[in-house]
């Protein structure tokens, strides 16, 4: 799964950034970039490695499948269509690259996108950096900031399943290591007028922190509601479905007016607060998730 | 220097990709796309890595900058003008990071880019993927493919530097470490009507070989004619030219007709010939450069 750095070091790195890069450019799951005929180019760039992101066990297949799903799904919460994929490859063995891209080009073809081209490197550790291309009409494009107090936050589908295959619920194997990234929903929430967008993969709590960094409201979720993964004890499962890494599910703000979106599992779980904290419960919830080690 | 993967390898690798990815898509140093306005978007990705790309000493700085002038130089190579820049960093201490970040942003801004956003992961060796974004009318761009017999064989600059650099000519330790992509360059050959260009990072005699696999002639080179890195024996200069790695000169053929192009320092080196073979004052070229190595 995907850590991030302890929490300290990756608030200052990333204040830092913003000196460097347009800080506004930070805050979404892609860059943004005016096409010239009315659309948007979403460009989105995820390094993934073997040690960190990719559960022992996984075949090459699912290696390549992953690490295009994590671009393509924030294409998708952009509510963008998917385009064009790049994959740069540091390999350490070149007899997995067959494996690794034909999972790539799979993923590509089943969510509409092409995989284009790429780099080839050798490294001692394989690693992954894939980049996506997508677009979206200028007017339905979703960004992390737009949420309002009044609106409903939503998920598109159960939480933790990942982390609970990472656990020891082999039955969620599957979503953990060919996770689905959710671009049919992402364009249809868009299309529907949702007003704030990102996809879950550090966990729903520290989600709903990047949300209100970038909002001027707060977040009040009730953990009763949240869809919990199967076969696993209740509390346990509430655990895994708000601190659990790997989840590929979208959370959406949206006026309550718009639901249902048709051909879209919409599962409710709050509802944007103008306190600017998130609440779980009615209590403050934990800030904390899955975070990369430096020097690891 | 970027050292590619041994001949057999390579090609075996560059065969097997060409199952998975539209080979005519694997020529050029960009994935060329359709941009909807009569333009073309062209995408490139580069991995770098400590050991094998970043010669020792550099600044952190310089690693930046070198990360995304790789990517700047591919777009240079299509006649197209960069846009956008997004840089994923494998970052092994995170005190690295605003120098690698500056050195981005620096190289971004001289050659009227910009940096737009990224990745952020924790790695045991500081690895750079560099993904650049760039447009150029449909009707100007320029690829490999396109060469035609009795056309021109020229270069941008001198050949040899970056590697001299490496064997110990230290004049050239700035060649090497702040290299200068040859965008405005790129773009006025693309208007001026060359008929088929590459950047050239792996050596002159590698580059000829990959125009060769994707031209119906062959390329015939005048090795009296190579601009040599200055301060270096001629013979020693010479090698350094065809072999050496980490040059970010453009190679191109061009009917003898449109030279000179205003504002470019044209080379010619040689002529396209009928026979499909690379020569070199008349005798078949030797095919090295430099090599990556596996499981290194």
Not at 15 to 34: H, N, Q, Y
Not at 121 to 137: F, N, R
Request: overall charge negative; some cysteine.
């Amino acid at each position: 799964m995907k850590r991030r750095c302890v929490e300290v070091d990756e608030r200052a790195l990333h204040k830092m950034i913003g000196t460097i890069i347009d800080p506004e450019r930070l805050e979404d799951d892609c860059a943004v970039i005016p096409c010239g005929d009315g659309r948007l180019l979403v460009a989105s760039t995820d390094m993934l490695h073997e040690t960190t992101d990719f559960p022992a066990g996984m075949t090459d297949w699912q290696i390549g499948w992953m690490a295009t799903a994590v671009t393509l799904s924030d294409i998708a919460s952009m509510g963008a269509r998917p385009g064009q994929v790049l994959l740069a490859v540091g390999l350490d063995r070149p007899e997995r690259l067959r494996g690794i891209m034909e999972g790539a080009r799979d993923c590509c073809a089943r969510f509409g996108a092409e995989l284009v081209g790429g780099d080839l490197d050798a490294h001692g550790e394989l690693t992954i950096v894939s980049t996506g291309l997508g677009t979206v009409e200028a007017a339905q494009i979703v960004r992390r900031r737009g949420a309002r107090p009044g609106d409903i936050i939503a998920v598109t589908g159960p939480l933790g399943e990942a982390q609970a295959a990472l656990v020891g619920y082999d039955r969620h194997w599957k979503e953990l290591l060919e996770p689905q990234p959710r671009v049919r929903e992402g364009m249809a929430l868009a299309r529907a007028g949702v007003s704030a967008m990102m996809d879950i993969s550090d966990g729903l709590a520290l989600s709903l922190y990047d949300l209100l960094g970038v909002n001027d409201c707060g977040f009040s979720v009730d953990t009763a509601r949240l869809p919990l993964p199967a076969g696993v004890p209740e509390d346990e499962g509430r655990e895994l479905a708000l601190y659990g890494g790997g989840d590929f599910e979208l959370l959406f703000c949206a006026p309550p007016g718009i639901l249902p979106v048709a051909g879209v599992d919409v599962h409710v779980i709050g509802e944007v607060i103008r306190e600017r904290v998130v609440l779980a419960d009615g209590e403050p919830l934990e800030r904390r998730g899955y975070l990369h080690e430096w020097g690891g």
